[in-house]
């Protein structure tokens, strides 16, 4: 009698434990997301080089309308930020600004000119390492090709003197990565502009 209850009484152990390592070895091992594939994070800093002056030759922002600064680019879209250099446009990133991944973060506002109805479609490059530029309009995912729709504006103003002439406006981000030269440029379904520019600190 003692010797069948022994043995049950193994038996059980023996079972419990086979159970227990079962479970054990069926929970699943948690996997660590991997860090690399997730986005750097922005951070600040300053874009210390100054624009080369060695970039090619291209116009200047001319005045556009008085409701804001002078546009780089010709009818129906400009891009009001960038200032006059002796061989052309030239893109200043002052002071301490946001860096991402895509580069230094400059504020760029977009305009179309009134009563114009057509998408346009936006581009820009590194001239000397031949890298797209990234863009971000508004509150959208940045891009590397963006499009600007009147029927969408990113802002609206109002034109007090002239209502009927309002300019759809798009404040956005234009991504430079270093000092260097580069090229914007612009099409509609009628023409097309492409315009080199110098960027670096200022």
Same mark, same amino acid.
């Given at each position: 009698?003692?010797?069948? !209850? %022994?043995?049950?009484?193994?038996?059980?152990?023996?079972?419990?434990?086979?159970?227990?390592? !079962?479970?054990?070895?069926?929970?699943?091992?948690?996997?660590?997301?991997? +860090?690399?594939?997730?986005?750097?994070?922005?951070?600040?800093?300053?874009?210390?080089?100054?624009? @080369?002056?060695?970039?090619?030759? =291209? @116009? %200047?922002?001319?005045?556009?309308? @008085?409701?804001?600064?002078?546009?780089?680019?010709?009818?129906?879209?400009?891009?009001?930020?960038?200032?006059?250099?002796?061989?052309?446009?030239?893109?200043?990133?002052?002071?301490?600004? !946001?860096?991402?991944?895509?580069?230094? &973060?400059?504020?760029?506002?977009?305009?179309?000119?009134?009563? &114009?109805?057509?998408?346009?479609?936006?581009?820009?490059?590194?001239?000397?390492? +031949?890298?797209?530029?990234?863009?971000?309009?508004?509150?959208?995912?940045? !891009?590397?090709?963006?499009?600007?729709?009147?029927?969408?504006?990113?802002? &609206?103003?109002?034109?007090?003197? %002239?209502?009927?002439?309002?300019?759809?406006? &798009?404040?956005?981000?234009?991504?430079?990565?270093?000092? =260097?030269?580069?090229?914007?440029?612009?099409?509609?379904?009628? =023409?097309?502009?492409?315009?080199?520019?110098?960027?670096?600190?200022?």
């Amino acid at each position: 009698m003692g010797k069948r !209850t %022994n043995l049950c009484l193994a038996l059980s152990v023996s079972l419990l434990a086979a159970c227990s390592s !079962t479970t054990q070895a069926a929970k699943p091992t948690p996997t660590p997301s991997p +860090a690399a594939s997730a986005a750097p994070r922005p951070t600040v800093g300053r874009l210390v080089e100054p624009p @080369p002056t060695s970039c090619p030759a =291209g @116009p %200047n922002p001319q005045t556009v309308s @008085p409701d804001f600064g002078p546009g780089l680019g010709q009818a129906p879209v400009w891009a009001v930020t960038f200032s006059s250099g002796a061989r052309g446009a030239i893109l200043l990133v002052q002071g301490e600004v !946001t860096l991402g991944e895509h580069g230094y &973060y400059q504020k760029v506002l977009w305009v179309i000119q009134p009563s &114009y109805g057509h998408s346009v479609h936006l581009s820009g490059s590194d001239s000397d390492r +031949a890298a797209p530029l990234w863009f971000q309009i508004g509150d959208q995912a940045p !891009t590397t090709a963006p499009v600007l729709d009147p029927s969408h504006p990113g802002a &609206y103003p109002y034109n007090p003197a %002239n209502p009927d002439q309002v300019f759809a406006y &798009y404040p956005s981000y234009l991504f430079i990565p270093h000092a =260097g030269c580069y090229v914007l440029e612009a099409s509609w379904p009628e =023409g097309h502009w492409r315009i080199p520019f110098a960027a670096g600190g200022g």
